[in-house]
Antibody
Framework: EVQLVESGGGLVQPGGSLRFSCAASGFTFSDYGMNWVRQAPGKGLEWISYISSSRTTIHYADSVKGRFTISRDNANNSLYLQMTSLRVEDTAVYYC??????????????WGQGTLVTVSS | ETVMTQSPATLSVSPGERVTLSCRASQSVSRNLAWYQQKPGQAPRLLIYTTSIRATGTPARFSGSGSGTEFTLTISSLQSEDFGVYYCQQYNDWPPKTFGQGTKVEIK
């Protein structure tokens, strides 16, 4: 069974930093591109970052470019998001999301349960 | 950036009714479109990809159609477990991969 379990969210002040992780299991982690998608309270979904299976390709949404860093450790089946210069508008639930392969490539086939990040003074 | 627009924002439906949700792209996304269902307090779940292919576990009452800029998700006979928010997402032209703002399907 595919499982994605995020950890490390919490309350942080504006301008602060936070790093959280996603532990993957139930599939060959090193075969899949991975993403972070966030959802502000009561709002829709926003894709924010992608990293390819071999880490050779990384993309960010303009809203987080230069402030957030995605990384992965294939040996430990883990995905990370380092967030700096946090803003109030970064308050959201952050989902670890697997990128689908094959004919469904481009969609998101498995989602973690999400971790809440609150940016507030 | 490809902007995705969903309509209506909210749909009030009785169980057993046929439901049609719309999604429009600001430019052609070919058939590179997915639909997700999200229930309160849960993560989204992939329902359909490549416009019309049901993901594993998606009931046959869900169907998708369209191409280019106009897409539709149809639920042939709404069941109680189908209430929630539905999002479309394009992956033809990325980054970024963009979502629609969602359509909430609620009990009438």
């Amino acid at each position: 069974e595919v499982q994605l379990v995020e950890s490390g969210g919490g309350l942080v002040q504006p301008g602060g930093s936070l790093r959280f992780s996603c532990a993957a299991s139930g599939f060959t982690f090193s075969d899949y591109g991975m993403n972070w998608v966030r959802q502000a309270p009561g709002k829709g979904l926003e894709w924010i970052s992608y990293i390819s299976s071999s880490r050779t390709t990384i993309h960010y949404a303009d809203s987080v470019k230069g402030r957030f860093t995605i990384s992965r450790d294939n040996a430990n089946n883990s995905l990370y998001l380092q967030m700096t210069s946090l803003r109030v508008e970064d308050t959201a639930v952050y989902y670890c999301v697997r990128g689908a392969r094959g004919y469904s490539y481009g969609s998101f086939d498995y989602w973690g349960q999400g971790t809440l990040v609150t940016v507030s003074s | 950036e490809t902007v995705m627009t969903q309509s209506p924002a909210t749909l009030s439906v009785s169980p057993g009714e046929r439901v049609t949700l719309s999604c429009r792209a600001s430019q052609s996304v070919s058939r590179n479109l997915a639909w997700y269902q999200q229930k309160p307090g849960q993560a989204p779940r992939l329902l359909i990809y490549t416009t019309s292919i049901r993901a594993t576990g998606t009931p046959a009452r869900f169907s998708g159609s369209g191409s280019g800029t106009e897409f539709t998700l149809t639920i042939s006979s709404l069941q109680s477990e189908d209430f929630g928010v539905y999002y479309c997402q394009q992956y033809n032209d990325w980054p970024p991969k963009t979502f629609g703002q969602g359509t909430k399907v609620e009990i009438k």
